[in-house]
């Protein structure tokens, strides 16, 4: 079977896609603690800076309006 990620595909399935990769990401860091979830952040705009980390919260936002919904 042939990998489906970008290199190997012309037709990538959506796990491999970035779309995916912040959704994953906003959920897991949604069920952090607070203190954790703080502590994240900070590591985030260390290492990828304060546009990623304010797409992080807001892709984590969005996540917890859909959970509620």
Known sequence: MKCLCPR??????PTY???WRRECEARY???MGKDQ???YYAGVSK???LPATR???SDVE???A???A
Do not use: M, P, W
């Open 8 to 13: 190997c595909s012309d037709q990538q399935a």
């Open 17 to 19: 896609t970035e779309a």
């Open 29 to 31: 860091v949604l069920r």
């Open 37 to 39: 979830r703080r502590s």
């Open 47 to 49: 290492f990828r800076g």
């Open 55 to 57: 797409q992080l919260i």
């Open 62 to 64: 969005k996540e917890y």
């Open 66 to 68: 859909h959970e509620r």
